[in-house]
């Protein structure tokens, strides 16, 4: 697929600083939760953290394709932060470009680029995860407000992001929409961490909302045919987040490759053993895929803004399943290294499995695939 110079000098770009600044966090230890969040805010300086935003709020105005161009390259050092940059680039500020109102865009965008503010999604709640629309945070109406009541998990910066984009059912008019709620507002709590096996950056934690009084012009989108138009934005989101599964693929067959070069087994380097060349032959193969995949998917975009249904819930299934497996194989070149915590190989694996509860769990995308095929069939 044809990658332009303007593409290349972008990537080039971002890895010279992702590997000078955020590699090393990442290898150094996955132990402190707030390195990813740090990681992502030292983004603003090359512009990189409000790239999607437009011109008029101080943003780069860049596209799907660019910004999985730079998640990619951010998740071959680092998924956490990559995760957290997606969030970013293809979630939240996005409905606020697309369903806020002038006044929003304004206070919020700005501060976004600058690397003042970062922001959470959530939708998740302790017994709703795959079928939003069975949602129990709700919004009634009071005055100038709307009053939040309920509980989200496992939400990607719980702890402290500043503003949280968050899905509710309006009781007015019973709708399942979203609006904005900013870190100190008096009702709103922010919970423990919650541990995960991988992607230990996110700074996941729960939120609580306990008669959180919400200003109207805060609300996004409510009203009839709200979650169909939220459902359509996850279509970016589930590209940027193959993007990532395709990183992390490649850091670990980058890795693989040079441990293959330089490793001596039965007097031959691991590469001239057969069993092995085949492994790294089979990576490549589905990188390369996977790729082609993600890229499509990320150029392929509608009038309204974004990729189709089929192109990226295909290029995030078959992206996170890949990564698993191609973490899985790296596992196997390095043998018993690749189990340690001496080499990322341990740590890839674990974000690869991470990464496919992100954007909608296999069997949701099977099952968007699926009505699409029974509404063109
Ligand atoms: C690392 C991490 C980060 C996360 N970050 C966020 C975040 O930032 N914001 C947020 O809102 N949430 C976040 N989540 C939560 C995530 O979105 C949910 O875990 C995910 O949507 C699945 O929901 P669940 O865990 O409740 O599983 P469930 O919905 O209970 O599903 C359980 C199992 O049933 C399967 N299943 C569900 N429906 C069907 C069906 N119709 N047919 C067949 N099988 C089905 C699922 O595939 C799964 O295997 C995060 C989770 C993790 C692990």
Not at 229 to 250: D, H, Y
Not at 253 to 264: D, H, I
Request: proline residues 3%; glycine residues 10%.
């Amino acid at each position: 697929m044809l990658r332009s110079n303007a593409h290349n000098m972008l990537r080039k770009t971002v890895t010279r600083f992702v590997n000078g600044e955020i590699a090393h966090h990442a290898r150094k230890d996955d132990l402190n939760p707030l390195y990813a969040l740090e990681n992502t805010k030292s983004l603003a300086k090359l512009k990189i953290l409000g790239m999607r935003v437009p011109q008029k709020y101080g943003g780069s105005g860049r596209s799907l394709f660019d910004s999985v161009i730079v998640l990619e390259e951010v998740a071959k050092a680092d998924a956490s932060t990559a995760v957290i940059l997606q969030v970013q680039h293809n979630a939240s500020p996005v409905y606020i470009m697309m369903f806020g109102e002038e006044k929003i865009k304004a206070k919020f965008l700005p501060q976004l680029v600058s690397g003042k503010i970062l922001f959470s999604m959530a939708q998740t709640e302790p017994n709703v995860g795959s079928s939003l629309n069975e949602l129990t945070t709700t919004a009634t109406p009071s005055g100038d407000y709307y009053v939040v009541n309920g509980n989200k998990c496992m939400i990607t910066m719980g702890r402290n992001a500043d503003v949280h984009l968050v899905y509710v059912r309006f009781e007015d008019d019973n709708s399942i929409g979203c609006l904005l709620i900013e870190k100190g507002t008096p009702g709103f709590y922010q919970g423990g961490h919650e541990d995960f096996l991988g992607l230990k950056g996110l700074d996941s934690g729960e939120l609580v909302f306990n008669g959180c009084k919400v200003p109207r012009e805060n609300v996004l989108l409510k009203g009839n045919g709200s979650l169909r138009k939220m459902l359509q934005l996850f279509n970016g989101t589930r590209v940027g987040l193959a993007s990532i599964s395709l990183g992390i693929s490649e850091a670990a067959f980058e890795e693989s490759l040079k441990y293959a070069k330089s490793r001596t087994v039965s007097r031959k380097l691991l590469i001239d053993h057969q069993g092995i060349r085949w492994k790294l032959a089979d990576m490549a193969v589905k990188i390369e895929c996977m790729r082609q995949l993600v890229y499509s998917a990320a150029r392929d975009i509608s009038e309204e803004g974004f990729p189709g249904i089929l192109a990226a819930s295909a290029a995030k299934l078959v992206c996170s399943d890949g990564a698993i497996d191609i973490t899985n194989m790296a596992m196997t070149v390095f043998g018993g290294y690749g189990y340690s915590k001496e080499f990322p190989i341990e740590r890839y694996l674990r974000d690869a499995r991470g990464a496919i509860f992100l954007g909608g769990m296999p069997a949701v995308l099977r099952n968007a695939i699926g009505s699409r095929l029974k509404a063109v069939g």
